[in-house]
């Protein structure tokens, strides 16, 4: 459930927090107050398209903050499957930041995450409904998918098995025809695979060869650099050509400390460390004597060195960017090597296969089938009981159901939902004959069986009286609120009507602050709330007619909910 919403920079609304109720929470306002600014908000909660647009002008960022408590398990099995320690227990903070570089940062109780998995944890926590979803139940897929839901575990459980099994089948094709080539081809794929293995198992490559040899080259390139300055170093700590060495002033020093030591025995600390350090470059002049007397610089080598750099990048052009890059790719190539050698074997193997995957497709697809027809003959019943109920006595709801020329991974079935909404009317494709304020009807008719088995526990319903008024939005509105027993819901509308059903009451208006124009949200007092209703009506708070019939309003709502409840 949503229980805050804290709303800042975000278009109109410089800072805004909303408390939300369980039930049925209600926004309204006039014509361009900002009510779909609450929508759009959420809609960043939910991982919609960010937009800098959507900053306040004059501001560096906007930010929208939600805070949510579920029990859902599915949450909390997606929450383990990011590796996010969340406990559920404690609620869970989604918060969105967009910025003016276009830089928009997603975050679940203050730890930043993708914005896929703040997707995919927002699909279990809200379920907004607006115009654009009203257009997506033409199609005939998306009506299938509410079918599904509306079978239930069972249902979907066979649906997904189908899935399985239809990849399984789509896999096992692509692998056949990738083996069923031309001998021709077959022979050319050995042939190529076995020089790409020879060519890299001859260079006996190895880990960290081209390090080894890149620095090899670099020391020969150098190797004139590399002796003179050995040798200018042997000269300066040893020999001492043209100034005493360091040796050798380092022995005097010694020689000085030892006749000091016995007048004052605190010197004899530094005179041991000067006499290690003495030895120590006993140590270095060996070292560099050595380096000087090696014979390591064999011109012949750097280029065997350079042959074989060419070689090995030869090699990463082909095969890889790198040796561990070339040995994957050969070992690979054996592989696939290894599948062409057993290609006749496999070719059985697979056909086998496939005709094995393609029964038990079929088996399940029409299980699938028989599961869908009895789920449709409930929701039949169901859609014209919810549609009467929303002032549509005499509709007609059918399931037409017809084979698919192709399945596919959600069955054999194709179905389209067929509706009569007058008497003597024949059945029609929904797509072909919904009005606008019938569509409106018929997806809060959906949204309403949904609501028994879906699991998201907020609804959100933008503008649900959209090309319908007077009686039916009293309908309406008993719909929204026997949907909030179940469900929280958040409904933004211009109606009256559907208002006063509301267990809670949001106002959005605009004021003049310092000549600028923001969008305020105030939670409406009984008082506040029948003044709204009143000014929804086209009166306003001194029309006494309006203020009556808004109050009557008011009152048969809050009778007709006592009487749903009984």
Same mark, same amino acid.
């Given at each position: 459930?949503?229980?805050?919403?804290?709303?800042?920079?975000?278009?109109?609304?410089?800072?805004?927090?909303?408390?939300?109720?369980?039930?049925?929470?209600?926004?309204?306002?006039?014509?361009?107050?900002?009510?779909?600014?609450?929508?759009?908000?959420?809609?960043?909660?939910?991982?919609?398209?960010?937009?800098?647009?959507?900053?306040?002008?004059?501001?560096?960022?906007?930010?929208?903050?939600?805070? =949510?408590?579920? @029990?859902?398990?599915?949450?909390?099995?997606?929450?383990?499957?990011?590796?996010?320690?969340?406990?559920?227990?404690?609620?869970?903070?989604?918060?969105?930041?967009?910025? !003016?570089?276009?830089?928009?940062?997603?975050?679940?109780?203050?730890?930043?995450?993708?914005?896929?998995?703040?997707?995919?944890?927002?699909?279990?926590?809200?379920?907004?409904?607006?115009?654009?979803?009203?257009?997506?139940?033409?199609?005939?897929?998306?009506? +299938?998918? *509410? +079918?599904?839901?509306?079978?239930?575990?069972?249902?979907?459980?066979?649906?997904? &098995?189908?899935?399985?099994?239809?990849?399984?089948?789509?896999?096992?094709?692509?692998?056949?025809?990738?083996?069923?080539?031309?001998?021709?081809?077959?022979?050319?794929?050995?042939?190529?695979?076995?020089?790409?293995?020879? /060519?890299?198992?001859?260079?006996?490559?190895?880990?960290?060869?081209?390090?080894?040899?890149? @620095?090899?080259?670099?020391?020969?390139?150098? @190797?004139?650099?590399?002796?003179?300055?050995?040798?200018?170093?042997?000269?300066?700590? =040893?020999?001492?050509?043209?100034?005493?060495?360091?040796?050798?002033?380092?022995?005097?020093?010694?020689?000085?400390?030892?006749?000091?030591?016995?007048?004052?025995?605190?010197?004899?600390?530094?005179?041991?460390?000067?006499?290690?350090?003495?030895?120590?470059?006993?140590?270095?002049?060996?070292?560099?004597?050595?380096?000087?007397?090696?014979?390591? =610089? %064999?011109?012949?080598?750097?280029?065997?060195?350079?042959?074989?750099?060419?070689?090995?990048? %030869?090699?990463?052009?082909?095969?890889?960017?790198?040796?561990?890059?070339?040995?994957?790719?050969?070992?690979?190539?054996?592989?696939?090597?290894?599948?062409?050698?057993?290609?006749?074997? !496999?070719?059985?193997? +697979?056909?086998?296969?496939?005709?094995?995957?393609?029964?038990?497709?079929?088996?399940?697809?029409?299980? +699938?089938?028989?599961?869908?027809?009895?789920?449709?003959?409930?929701?039949?019943?169901? *859609?014209?009981?919810?549609?009467?109920?929303?002032?549509?006595?005499?509709?007609?709801?059918?399931?037409?159901?017809?084979?698919?020329?192709?399945? %596919?991974?959600?069955?054999?079935?194709?179905?389209? =939902?067929?509706?009569?909404?007058?008497?003597?009317?024949?059945?029609?494709?929904?797509? !072909?004959?919904?009005?606008?304020?019938?569509?409106?009807?018929?997806?809060?008719?959906?949204?309403?069986?949904?609501?028994?088995? /879906?699991?998201?526990?907020? *609804?959100?319903? %933008?503008?649900?009286?959209?090309?319908?008024?007077?009686?039916?939005?009293?309908?309406?509105?008993?719909?929204?609120?026997?949907?909030?027993?179940?469900?929280?819901?958040?409904?933004?509308?211009?109606?009256?009507?559907?208002?006063?059903?509301?267990?809670?009451?949001?106002?959005?208006? !605009?004021?003049?602050?310092?000549?600028?124009?923001?969008?305020?949200?105030?939670?409406?007092?009984?008082?506040?709330?029948?003044?709204?209703?009143?000014?929804?009506?086209?009166?306003?708070?001194?029309?006494?007619?309006?203020?009556?019939?808004?109050?009557?309003?008011?009152?048969?709502?809050?009778? &007709?909910?006592?009487?749903?409840?009984?």
């Amino acid at each position: 459930m949503l229980e805050q919403l804290r709303v800042e920079n975000f278009v109109l609304v410089e800072k805004a927090f909303l408390d939300f109720h369980p039930g049925l929470n209600i926004l309204t306002g006039e014509t361009g107050a900002g009510k779909s600014l609450v929508v759009d908000a959420l809609g960043l909660l939910l991982g919609e398209r960010a937009s800098t647009q959507y900053i306040r002008t004059g501001a560096e960022k906007a930010v929208v903050e939600g805070y =949510f408590t579920s @029990q859902h398990r599915e949450i909390a099995r997606v929450l383990e499957e990011f590796g996010l320690d969340v406990s559920l227990d404690e609620g869970l903070l989604l918060s969105r930041e967009i910025t !003016k570089s276009g830089r928009n940062v997603c975050r679940i109780n203050g730890r930043i995450i993708p914005l896929n998995m703040f997707q995919a944890i927002g699909s279990y926590l809200v379920d907004i409904h607006g115009q654009n979803e009203q257009v997506s139940l033409l199609s005939p897929e998306r009506q +299938l998918a *509410m +079918l599904d839901l509306r079978g239930g575990d069972e249902l979907i459980q066979v649906r997904e &098995e189908v899935t399985s099994l239809f990849k399984q089948l789509q896999a096992a094709k692509r692998e056949l025809e990738s083996l069923q080539g031309s001998p021709e081809e077959r022979e050319k794929l050995l042939a190529y695979y076995r020089f790409q293995i020879e /060519e890299i198992e001859r260079a006996q490559l190895r880990d960290g060869e081209e390090e080894e040899l890149v @620095q090899r080259r670099q020391i020969l390139l150098n @190797q004139e650099k590399l002796l003179t300055g050995t040798a200018e170093a042997y000269d300066l700590v =040893f020999k001492g050509t043209r100034m005493p060495s360091a040796y050798d002033q380092l022995s005097q020093a010694v020689a000085k400390l030892e006749t000091l030591v016995p007048i004052d025995p605190s010197l004899n600390e530094a005179l041991v460390s000067t006499r290690n350090a003495l030895y120590q470059l006993d140590e270095v002049a060996r070292e560099l004597q050595d380096y000087l007397s090696m014979d390591d =610089f %064999d011109p012949a080598e750097l280029e065997t060195i350079t042959q074989r750099l060419e070689l090995i990048g %030869d090699l990463k052009r082909k095969y890889g960017g790198s040796i561990q890059e070339i040995v994957s790719y050969k070992e690979e190539a054996i592989k696939k090597l290894a599948i062409l050698q057993a290609q006749e074997g !496999k070719l059985q193997q +697979l056909l086998a296969e496939i005709k094995g995957l393609e029964n038990s497709y079929y088996r399940k697809a029409q299980a +699938l089938s028989h599961c869908r027809q009895e789920a449709a003959r409930r929701l039949e019943q169901e *859609m014209q009981e919810a549609l009467r109920q929303l002032d549509m006595p005499m509709v007609q709801f059918k399931c037409h159901f017809a084979q698919k020329d192709r399945p %596919d991974e959600t069955g054999i079935d194709a179905m389209e =939902f067929y509706l009569s909404p007058n008497l003597g009317e024949p059945l029609k494709p929904l797509a !072909k004959i919904a009005s606008g304020g019938e569509m409106a009807r018929i997806m809060l008719a959906f949204k309403a069986i949904l609501a028994q088995v /879906e699991a998201v526990e907020t *609804m959100i319903f %933008d503008e649900a009286d959209a090309g319908i008024g007077g009686m039916t939005a009293l309908k309406v509105g008993q719909k929204l609120a026997e949907i909030a027993k179940s469900r929280q819901v958040i409904c933004i509308t211009h109606s009256p009507q559907i208002a006063s059903y509301g267990d809670v009451h949001f106002r959005l208006y !605009k004021e003049n602050n310092s000549g600028r124009t923001v969008t305020k949200i105030e939670t409406l007092t009984d008082t506040k709330r029948v003044e709204e209703l009143a000014r929804m009506l086209g009166g306003g708070p001194t029309d006494m007619t309006a203020i009556r019939h808004a109050e009557e309003l008011i009152k048969e709502a809050s009778r &007709e909910k006592q009487l749903s409840d009984c």
